[in-house]
């Protein structure tokens, strides 16, 4: 294992990290105090970079990120003319948060596994797949909160409809539907704290705490 090669002390880089689209291959050589390593990309192809460099997110890719995103901004703007559009900003942002380990948010997304679908790689096949945002109350939802960013998996959502598709949501079954706790509250018109404490204070079963009436 040899170090990051910036001169000071931090954890050294070993095979199989990723950080955006490469994953460290191998120790390649040490020219001074800074250190240099082999990375496949997505794409197929090997560069050879400083890790201090890859780990910061100044290098993602082995070239074909910066093509890529040139080419979609140009073809954006010539072809669609949806470059600055909601739509647009929002692929930004699923792609930052997946493939850039200096985002704010990347620790819940591309820290955990979450990826971008191959095929979204490019600004246009998103679009065709999901189509114009219904409102400017929706954004990108995934529907298995622990699964990738792809068509079949992913839906424009308000944020009403995304807080019930949270991972520490109560999910219940409920006429014949997994829900979570509150929405099968709303949809037999009871109060959700009556009903959380029901089961979780009192150890109704489910169905009853729903359908129960309120005692006086």
Known sequence: MADTG????????????RYGRLVSIEFVRREGKTYYWK?????GSEVIARPSLVRSG???????????????TGRARAVHGLFGTPEWHCWQKIRARCDNERNS?????????????????TFENFYADMGPR?????????????????PENCRWATTKEQARNKRNNIMV??????VCLKEAAEMANVKYMMVWK????????????LTEPRRR
């Open 6 to 17: 910036s001169g000071k002390k931090r954890r050294p880089m070993n095979v199989g990290e």
């Open 39 to 43: 990375y496949k990309c997505d794409c």
């Open 58 to 72: 100044n290098t993602r890719s082995c070239g074909c990120l910066q093509k890529e995103t040139a080419a979609n």
């Open 105 to 121: 948010r990347f620790h819940i997304y591309g820290a955990r596994g979450i990826k971008v679908c191959e095929r979204w790689y």
């Open 134 to 150: 219904p409102s400017s109350k929706h954004s990108i939802d995934r529907i298995n909160v622990n699964g990738n960013y792809e």
């Open 173 to 178: 079954e409920f006429h014949g539907r997994q």
């Open 198 to 209: 029901r089961i979780f204070l009192h150890g109704w079963p489910v169905a009853l705490a």
